[in-house]
């Protein structure tokens, strides 16, 4: 079955000793904008963990970790969440997440509502209030409609299809997606600050520095976009030549 195409990766776990073998298809691997794929396995012995790995285009590991003592959590149904909103909707609820820090959620059916909600104060934690029914959020969403934020939602789809694909139980694919978004939520706080406090404009290796090599460099556009939405005046202070100023924003 394999083609030559495809990349086969052997890695072995940390935490249980697993063996995996990881088979990666080329063209997928060097189509991939950051041109580093992460993918997270999925390990239940003795207790659910899971072992990420970042993969580049020559098929060598750039950084693997572990994510592991999360809850094991009853009741959040991903495949339900996913089944009733879709996955596109869900990108983009993530999205407008990152952007606003209160928001009040809506939808035909109140039990999903809820689930979603669920789902989402597990994943940003205390960052970001859900609160339903509430007059005074900045945002109202319906969940089966979600609006398409003005920035590119590339690697929130990925990260969210990838784990999707390679995670079975709910608890790992929300501890997944929250090591994830606490992460974007941390630095979008450090870069704005940054941006705040230099009087320089900063670099792609400004930013990088200041990321302590924590972001791929389409995260970091994907953060600074996500300022832009907030509100900061990205634009004037930021100097990434290697970008279109108009697909990056
Ligand atoms: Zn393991």
């Known amino acids: 079955m394999l083609s030559s195409q495809a990349l086969v990766i052997k890695i072995k776990?940390?935490?249980?000793?697993?063996?995996?073998?990881?088979?990666?298809?080329?063209?997928?691997?060097?189509s991939e904008p950051s041109g580093?794929?992460?993918?997270?396995?999925?390990?239940?012995?003795?207790?659910p963990h899971l072992l990420v790995i970042d993969i580049d285009a020559h098929g060598t590991i750039r950084g693997a970790y572990i994510i592991k003592d999360y809850p094991l959590l009853e009741g959040v149904l991903m495949g339900e969440i996913?089944?009733?909103?879709?996955?596109?909707?869900?990108?983009?609820?993530?999205?407008?997440?990152?952007?606003?820090?209160?928001?009040?959620?809506?939808?035909?059916?109140?039990?999903?509502?809820?689930?979603?909600?669920?789902?989402?104060?597990?994943?940003?934690?205390?960052?970001?209030?859900?609160?339903?029914?509430k007059e005074k959020a900045r945002v109202r969403l319906d969940v089966s409609n979600i609006p398409e934020p003005?920035?590119?939602?590339?690697?929130?789809?990925?990260?969210?299809?990838?784990?999707?694909k390679n995670i079975k139980s709910s608890s790992?694919?929300?501890?997944?997606?929250?090591?994830?978004?606490?992460?974007?939520?941390?630095?979008?706080?450090?870069?704005?600050?940054?941006?705040?406090?230099?009087?320089?404009r900063l670099t792609m290796d400004d930013f990088i520095r200041i990321s302590e090599g924590k972001l791929q460099?389409?995260?970091?556009?994907?953060?600074?976009?996500?300022?832009?939405a907030r509100g900061i005046d990205v634009s004037r202070k930021v100097e990434i030549?290697?970008?279109k100023i108009a697909e990056l924003f």
């Open 150 to 164: 003005e920035f590119s939602l590339s690697v929130i789809n990925r990260r969210l299809q990838s784990a999707v």
């Open 82 to 133: 996913l089944d009733t909103i879709g996955i596109s909707n869900l990108s983009k609820l993530l999205a407008w997440l990152l952007v606003y820090d209160e928001v009040d959620l809506y939808g035909r059916n109140p039990d999903v509502t809820k689930l979603i909600s669920t789902f989402l104060s597990h994943v940003f934690g205390n960052a970001r209030k859900i609160s339903l029914g």
């Open 36 to 47: 580093v794929v992460r993918i997270p396995i999925e390990h239940f012995i003795p207790q």
């Open 241 to 243: 030549p290697e970008f």
């Open 13 to 30: 776990c940390t935490i249980c000793s697993a063996e995996n073998e990881i088979c990666i298809d080329r063209v997928e691997l060097e």
């Open 217 to 228: 460099r389409d995260e970091i556009k994907l953060i600074l976009a996500v300022l832009k």
């Open 172 to 200: 790992s694919l929300i501890a997944f997606l929250k090591n994830e978004f606490e992460r974007y939520v941390t630095y979008i706080n450090v870069f704005e600050e940054a941006l705040k406090s230099t009087k320089r």
